[in-house]
């Protein structure tokens, strides 16, 4: 059975920074390109990055020099930093996990989904 938990979300304030993390269980992690979306109230799902197997990543641009994709693929884990949180970033953020090598931003290339995250961003 194939389970992705995100966790680390939560409150902050302008500025400051999270980091996400997302523990995979059930799938051969290293050859699982990884992704992190998020979704917020009355908005469509949008993709913020991804990573290949090999470790490329594709970043939106809002999120461009302010958030950071890794993967540890000894712990199966991976993770988002996020600095410079804007009110805008406010979202629920899910992990995707898909049987692709490539960093894709097509949701529908991914395979599994965590349950999400919240991440609120507010003075």
């Known amino acids: 059975q194939v389970q992705l938990v995100e966790s680390g979300g939560g409150l902050v304030q302008p500025g400051e920074s999270l ?20 979704q917020a109230p009355g908005k469509e799902r949008e993709l913020v990055a991804a990573i290949g197997t090999l470790g490329s990543t594709n970043y939106e641009e809002p999120v461009k020099g302010r958030f950071t994709i890794s993967r540890d ?9 996020m600095n410079s949180l804007k009110p ?24 599994y989904w965590g349950q999400g995250t919240q991440v609120t961003v507010s003075s």
């Open 19 to 38: 980091r996400l993390s997302c523990a995979a269980s059930g799938i051969i992690f290293s050859i699982n390109a990884m992704g992190w979306y998020r």
């Open 88 to 111: 805008e970033d406010t979202a629920v953020y899910y992990c995707a996990a898909g049987k692709i090598r490539w960093a894709s931003g097509r949701p529908d290339e991914y395979n």
């Open 73 to 81: 693929n000894a712990k199966n884990t991976v993770y988002l930093q």
